[in-house]
Nanobody, 116 residues
Framework: QVQLVESGGGFVQAGGSLRLSCAAS????????MGWYRQAPGNQRELVAI???????AYVDSAKGRFTISMDNAQNMVYLQMNSLKPEDTAVYYC??????????WGQGTQVTVSS
């Protein structure tokens, strides 16, 4: 079964930290990159951070210096460490994998709520 499963979302006060995890099923092969996106109510989904299979990373400006994306190729896992969280980080966070064989695969999302 082709799927991504996110975990680690929750409720945190401003300034706190959360670590999101995303597990890709073994049927997702030849991953080119994996990324975290978020969508707040009334907003479009936006890219937060992305990591390529060779370890290159990129971040949206608002995440630079606060968020860190990492990937465990052997386990088909991607993580997003989020520090110094702000209320404006509140959103549903989605994991996406891009495979050269099957294209884009999305997870179901995990809610992150940051209180002021």
């Amino acid at each position: 079964q082709v799927q991504l499963v996110e975990s680690g979302g929750g409720f945190v006060q401003a300034g706190g930290s959360l670590r999101l995890s995303c597990a890709a099923s073994k049927s997702i092969n030849r991953i080119v990159n994996m990324g975290w996106y978020r969508q707040a109510p009334g907003n479009q989904r936006e890219l937060v951070a992305i990591i390529s299979s060779d370890g290159r990373t990129a971040y949206v400006d608002s995440a630079k210096g606060r968020f860190t994306i990492s990937m465990d190729n052997a386990q088909n896992m991607v993580y997003l460490q989020m520090n110094s969280l702000k209320p404006e980080d509140t959103a549903v966070y989605y994991c996406k994998a891009v495979s050269s064989l099957i294209g884009d695969v999305w997870g179901q999302g995990t809610q992150v709520t940051v209180s002021s």
